[in-house]
Structure formats: C-alpha cells, structure tokens
C-alpha cells in the first residue's frame, strides 16, 4: 500500500482541537497508521506548517509537531527541479489562492506516486487527490 502525503493543513489541524478538520484530521492519522502507511512531506510544508503552528499555537505546539509528529514523516527536502517543477505548475495555474507550497507538493506527489492527502485544503480534491 502506497503512503499518505501530509499537507500544513493537516498537521495543523491534529494540533488544534477546535479547528474544522481536526476530528478527520485525527482520523486519517490513525487510519494510515493502523494501515502501515507512511507519511510523507516536503520541506516547504513543513517551512509553512512552523510558522501557522508558531504563530497560531506557540512554542509548545511546534513541540508537539516537531517531536511527535514530523519525526513520523519522511520530509522531502525542495531541490531546484522539484522547485522549478511546482513553480512552472503554480504560474501556468495562474490562480490567485493556489500557493508554491501547494503546486510542490501536487509534484511531489504525482513523482512519488501518492494518491492520498491528509489535508483540509480543496487544492489536493481539485486536483485528483483523494483525502484519507
């Protein structure tokens, strides 16, 4: 079985339990585990996932993200085709709420042939990924 790709908006929402997405959020984790799934992410989402979660929550919740959380992704560090990749992708979409991180990471998973998000996020929907 394939892995599960976490977006910023799912590692924010297990954090926060008064966000929308956090009880399906909590769900998909336990889910992908339970399946022996592993979770991967980029190094962008993790750049943007700190900061909401800093800004937001604080210290103690990047903590919990960084310790608990994270240590159970295998993060893919952003080179320059993946980079150049996403970028081409962003600026052909042209849409003014569609972000960097997000084209990277639909690039990222179409190279790692990942099918399933944990993310709140319509993008991953939009573009043919399904949420766990």
């Known amino acids: 079985m394939s892995g599960v790709f976490v977006d910023s908006s799912g ?67 952003v080179d320059q085709p993946l980079y150049a990749s996403g970028a081409a992708r962003c600026r052909q979409a042209r849409q003014r709420h569609l972000s960097l991180t997000d084209c990277v990471s639909f690039e990222y998973m179409k190279r790692a042939g990942l099918r399933d998000v944990i993310a709140s996020d319509p993008h991953f929907v939009r573009e043919g990924f399904a949420q766990l």
């Open 11 to 77: 590692f924010y929402a297990i954090l926060d339990g008064t966000d929308p997405y956090h009880a399906a959020a909590l769900a998909a984790f336990r889910r992908a585990a339970a399946e022996g799934r592993p979770l991967h992410t980029t190094s962008y989402v993790v750049h943007e996932a700190w900061a909401l979660i800093q800004h937001r929550l604080g210290w103690q919740a990047v903590d919990a993200f960084v310790d608990r959380i994270l240590s159970q992704c295998k993060m893919e560090h």
